[in-house]
Structure formats: C-alpha cells, structure tokens
C-alpha cells in the first residue's frame, strides 16, 4: 500500500515538473538558439512550441502533450506487465491532479465573491470627504455605488 502512494506521488510529481518544462518551452528554445548562436552554428529546435490564446493568457501546450506521452508509456508498460488495474487508476489520477493543478497556477484562480469583499469595495463617503470634493453639505454617510 505505502509502495502504491510513493509511486503515484512520484508521479504526480513528474507530470507537475513536464507541465512546467513544457509550459516555458518557449524559454528552453530561446536558450538553446542563443547557445548556437554562440558557437556560430544554425540554431536547431527540439520541439516547436505549440502556443493558444486563451483569454488574457496564452497557453503553451508543450507540457500538456510531454504529460500526455509520459502517461501513454506508462499505461504501455503496465498493459505489457499485465498489472494494469489498480496501477492504471492511480496514474490516471495522478495525471489528473497534475493537469488540474498546472491549470490552476497558470489562468489562477476565480477570486472569492464574499460580503466582505464586497464592503470593501465600495468606499462610504463621509460629511469631511464630501466638504472637500463638493461645497454642498452632505447630511448622512452614503456609500458611492450602491449594490
């Protein structure tokens, strides 16, 4: 049992190290060019970067693609050992978890809506703040934008 977590931790942590490599594969590239550049040799690329605007994101899927062939090998090994059913469970939930995790770091996460925040938000004019912005007098604190 403890050699079944250890592995399925190890590769959850493997699939979050190739989501990241992946994800600034773009940097590895510009790294691997300037090196040549260096030695005065054509700059040659490993893997293209596959690149999808997303929003105010732009989504590198390197890393998605680099998990995804690691978790093909290792269902192909398990299915040739002929031991796939509790271990091919585990590396799909560890994929899973790594994928949902990477996701979250990259877009983050949607912010809170809660009363207090709301609160905050919206600034209470007080009888002083209003004196200084209008000569009218103000009788009451009133909040600026009401909900």
């Known amino acids: 049992m403890i050699k079944r977590i250890v592995l399925t931790l190890l590769q959850f942590i493997v699939f979050i190290a190739l989501l990241a490599v992946g994800g600034n594969w773009d940097a590895v590239n510009l790294a691997l060019e300037m090196h040549a550049l260096q030695q005065h040799k054509p700059a040659r690329l490993l893997v293209p970067v596959i690149k999808y605007p997303m929003g105010s994101h732009i989504l590198i899927a390197n890393g998605l693609i680099f998990a995804t062939v690691l978790l093909v090998l290792i269902l192909l090994f398990l299915l ?14 560890a994929f899973a978890l790594a994928v949902c995790l990477g996701f979250a770091m990259k877009l983050g996460l949607p912010p809170a809506d809660s009363p207090e925040q709301t609160l905050l938000s919206t600034p209470l004019l007080t009888p002083e703040d209003a004196a200084l912005v209008d000569s009218t007098p103000v009788a009451k604190p009133r909040a600026i934008a009401s909900l």
């Open 80 to 93: 040739l050992r002929k031991k796939l059913h509790p271990w091919a469970l585990l590396s799909l939930l």
